[in-house]
């Protein structure tokens, strides 16, 4: 069993910065990839960004070169550094691990407001 838990939501300026983070329990984590998945409010989720086990990363177009992931496998923890946020960010914001299943923290709310 896996729980993650996410943290560094809030409320930001379009512009502004953000770093999530997803810390895990369990033993599987190193061999996991670990994803940011988001959803915006009235929309379905959708996928943000995953980073495998040796660290390859895959990013939505919408997200490339404002976001980062990057992952600590001896903290356990998984990180999204978001910049250049715009209004279409908010969104609640979850993180997941996937091995030989799939597991979901229960979300962050990210908003972008003036």
């Known amino acids: 069993q896996v729980q993650l838990v996410e943290s560094g939501g809030g409320l930001v300026q379009p512009g502004g910065s953000l770093r999530l983070s997803c810390a895990a329990s369990g033993n599987i984590f190193s061999f996991s990839v670990m994803g940011w998945y988001r959803q915006p409010p009235g929309k379905q989720r959708e996928l943000v960004a995953t980073?495998?086990?040796?660290?390859?990363?895959n990013y939505a177009d919408s997200v490339k070169g404002r976001f980062t992931i990057s992952r600590d496998n001896a903290k356990n923890t998984v990180y999204l550094q978001m910049t250049t946020l715009k209004f279409e960010d908010t969104a609640v914001y979850y993180c997941?691990?996937?091995?030989?299943?799939?597991?979901w923290g229960p979300g962050t709310q990210v908003t972008v407001s003036s």
């Open positions: 980073i495998t086990s040796g660290g390859s990363t």
């Open positions: 997941a691990s996937t091995w030989t299943t799939t597991y």
